[in-house]
């Protein structure tokens, strides 16, 4: 079914100025890191190490193959102690592989370096695949399978927009990699055999904007969009409406198109350079909770509570923890998660309690949802659990961007009755 895009008029506020003019700051794996055994589309792994194996930095210690390849490559050199379940920033209990740090940061290369220019488009979908490049923009998707199905692809959009409020990672990336991010998106374009790359950054964002412009300006095929500052502007649909001017029903190649981060770019060009998979993570801690929100980069599987130690720690003893943005990302109860290879933000945000009213129908959700669905509706046939109304309602098409929670006067929290929907219809199914 094709979505029909609402109004998409609505800024929010950046809050970006409390982390954008800061240098990003190194933060060393402490005693251990627990790599997570996760790809957005599974959790089933074959571990390829046991306890007592000595690991470098790069060794490949687990592998996806349920459905899609994802291998995982350890991120420090020491000893494996073995799997451990451990609360995931997904909200359920998932397999770590815990690896005892050794303080050398010993390395090994995972894979020879490939030279995009003379790779052939197969040999770059299969030196992607097996560096293991998941989508940086926080979804973890793995970004092969894309190219894999790709044809007829007239643009490589990608994706620098950075909506969420705090959240500057991406800003910070270009700004210090931008060579390597344009080689990744070279090399990408390559593998989709598209006519064009395009970078898509908000006009509001003048320094980055600038930056980008003058590092592409002399590269054939590779150019600039700037788009109005206004949320959910980097949600695929809406830029490949944007950009195509079509809807698509369920991928953007449907219509010519193929959505990548800017993020991703880089994490692909690191491999093809230097024969790296993703083993750090470059992501922003921010919010009113935190004494010193910064862009971090660290190796994958330092605990959190390690990386808001480095950033001065909280700033109230009661704050809420989100893994990822205030509008998209999720509520983490405590903070024994850990750094993630998609990661690109953790928000502490004061608690603040507010008294909700009922809804008073003013419709002002139904306004805003960048999806046109009429959340207020589906709320409440979550509540009676309706299936038959979510399903009418559309439910399953929200892309739980936070839009109809935030703008509620009520203080209804809107967007999680909707997710309960999604998770009804999608348990239904099952
Ligand atoms: S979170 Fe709310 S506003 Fe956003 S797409 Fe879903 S229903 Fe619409
Ligand atoms: S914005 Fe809040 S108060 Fe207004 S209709 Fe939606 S749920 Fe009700």
Redesign the pocket.
């Known amino acids: 079914m094709s979505l029909l895009t609402g109004s998409m008029r609505h800024h929010i506020p950046g809050y970006k100025d409390l982390t954008e003019k800061k240098e990003i700051q190194e933060v060393k794996a402490g005693s251990q890191v627990l790599i997570p055994l996760y790809a957005s589309h599974s959790t089933k792994f074959d571990v390829l190490v046991k306890e007592g194996d000595h690991v470098c930095v790069g060794t490949k210690i687990a592998e996806c193959n349920d459905r899609m390849y994802v291998p995982i490559y350890s991120s420090v050199s020491g000893t494996v102690k073995g799997v451990q379940k451990r609360m995931h920033m997904t909200l359920k209990p998932l397999d770590h592989v815990v690896i005892e740090n050794d303080g050398k940061m010993e390395e090994t290369q995972s894979f020879a370096p490939l030279d995009y220019q003379s790779a052939s488009r197969e040999e770059l979908i299969a030196f992607m695949k097996e560096a293991g490049i998941i989508g940086q923009g926080g979804a973890g998707f793995p970004t092969y399978v894309k190219y894999e199905q790709a044809k007829d692809i007239k643009k490589l959009i990608i994706d620098g927009a950075e909506c969420e409020p705090y959240v500057t990672a991406d800003h910070k990336m270009m700004e210090t990699r931008l060579d390597d991010m344009i080689t990744g998106i070279l090399a990408m374009r390559k593998m989709a055999q598209a006519e064009e790359a395009v970078i898509v950054i908000k006009k509001t964002h003048t320094e980055i904007l600038q930056k980008v412009e003058a590092a592409v300006a002399n590269v054939s095929g590779v150019s600039v969009l700037p788009v109005v500052d206004v949320y959910p502007i980097g949600w695929e649909r809406a830029l490949v409406r944007l950009i195509m001017k079509k809807d698509y029903d369920k991928l953007p190649s449907e219509v010519g198109a193929i959505v990548n981060n800017v993020s991703t770019a880089y994490a692909f060009a690191k491999a093809l350079l230097r024969g790296k998979g993703i083993i750090t993570a470059l992501f922003t801690v921010s919010g009113d909770g935190v004494a010193n929100p910064v862009n971090i980069h660290c190796p994958v599987g330092v605990p959190i509570s390690e990386v808001i130690a480095a950033c001065g720690g909280y700033l109230d003893e009661n704050v809420k923890l989100i893994a990822g943005g205030p509008m998209m990302g999720k509520t983490i109860v405590n903070e024994q998660f850990v750094v993630e290879r998609q990661m690109n933000a953790v928000t502490v945000l004061k608690t603040k309690v507010f008294d909700t009213v009922?809804?008073?129908?003013?419709?002002?959700?139904?306004d805003v949802c960048p999806s046109a669905l009429q959340?207020?509706r589906i709320?409440q046939a979550a509540k009676l659990n309706d299936k038959a109304m979510m399903e009418k309602l559309c439910a399953m098409d929200c892309i739980e961007c936070g839009l109809?929670a935030y703008?509620?006067?009520?203080r209804?929290d809107?967007t999680e009755n909707v997710r309960k929907a999604k998770r009804q219809l999608a348990m239904a199914k099952k």
Do not use: E, F, N, T
């Open positions: 009922s809804c008073m129908r003013c419709g002002q959700c139904c959340p207020v709320a109809c703008i509620c006067p009520s209804l809107v």
